[in-house]
């Protein structure tokens, strides 16, 4: 999401900008041998949204993995944001991954912090002052409707509060 004045603008209004985001030319990746992924390629654009679905062991967790960096392509190209990930140090790899969200299928979220600490963490992680963003943070937990749960724990929320959450959070 991109800051518009004090609002948080949803990743599908966003201005585009026409260049791909993610870009995967014939991209591969195996564990022992054996390829999860053969010689995929696609382009990902600013503000598109997309589902990733197939069977168990087709390589969906591989294939995020790549996007988020924890792994590297066996072949292929693959550049995220514009750069090549394996030509860049750790700290810039850092960088690259803050730009990035993801909202697991265990959601992640912390036990012992509210639906707001949650969605702060990765400000609070980053060294930033969580209190010159709560206006930002609002706006997020009231975007994804859940203003009425915003100091509740994780185990006490829903699948779907908690899914929402994490959106937020990513």
Do not use: C
Request: cysteine-free; glycine content about 8%.
């Amino acid at each position: 999401m991109r800051r518009a004045g004090s609002a948080i603008v949803p990743p599908n209004e966003q201005k585009q900008t026409g260049k791909a985001v993610i870009q995967l030319d014939k991209v591969s990746f195996g564990y022992d041998g054996r390829e999860t992924l053969t010689e995929l390629t696609a382009d990902i654009e600013p503000g598109s949204f997309h589902f990733l679905t197939g069977p168990s062991g087709a390589g969906k967790t591989t294939l995020m993995k790549l996007l988020y960096l924890e792994l590297v392509p066996s072949r292929g190209r693959f550049t995220l944001f514009e750069n090549d990930p394996s030509r860049l140090p750790p700290p810039k790899i850092a960088q690259l991954r803050r730009r990035i969200g993801i909202v697991f299928q265990d959601f992640r979220l912390l036990e012992h912090l509210d639906v707001l600490q949650n969605i702060a963490l990765p400000l609070r992680a980053s060294g930033q002052d969580v209190t010159g963003h709560a206006e930002d943070i609002m706006d997020l937990v009231r975007w994804v409707g859940l203003e009425h749960r915003a100091h509740a724990l994780p185990p006490q929320l829903s699948a779907g509060e908690k899914q929402r959450a994490a959106i937020a959070r990513a």
